[in-house]
Nanobody, 124 residues
Framework: QVQLVESGGGSVQAGGSLRLSCAAS????????MGWFRQAPGKEREGVAA????????LYRDSVKGRFTISLDKAKNTVYLQMDSLKAEDTAMYYC?????????????????WGQGTQVTVSS
């Protein structure tokens, strides 16, 4: 069982930055993936970025590459999402998620544990 608590959402103007945090408690292992997902009204939840405890090579969806950075502090069991050059289309509820094991880290169906979500609103 893994519990996830997110923080750091808010409102910002286009071009601005926000940093999301997600603290995980419970069992994690080298195969555990931590992911950030987002869901805008009327749209499906989509994977934004993911990283594993074992080999922390980050993965990103194409639309955020070069603007978002995911990082993992293993000592604190905390994953971060630094979001720069934000655009109006980044507006969504952002969720942190954990997967004990997944072969598709940006696919929401591979994740078993979810945080409560944090709203990000970008005004143009």
């Amino acid at each position: 069982q893994v519990q996830l608590v997110e923080s750091g959402g808010g409102s910002v103007q286009a071009g601005g930055s926000l940093r999301l945090s997600c603290a995980a408690s419970g069992y994690t292992s080298r195969s555990t993936y931590m992911g950030w997902f987002r869901q805008a009204p009327g749209k499906e939840r989509e994977g934004v970025a993911a990283i594993s405890f074992g080999i922390p090579v980050p993965l990103y969806r194409d639309s955020v590459k070069g603007r978002f950075t995911i990082s993992l502090d293993k000592a604190k069991n905390t994953v971060y999402l630094q979001m720069d050059s934000l655009k109006a289309e980044d507006t969504a509820m952002y969720y942190c998620a954990a997967a004990p094991r997944t072969f598709r880290p940006l696919d929401r169906f591979g994740y078993d544990y979810w945080g409560q979500g944090t709203q990000v609103t970008v005004s143009s």
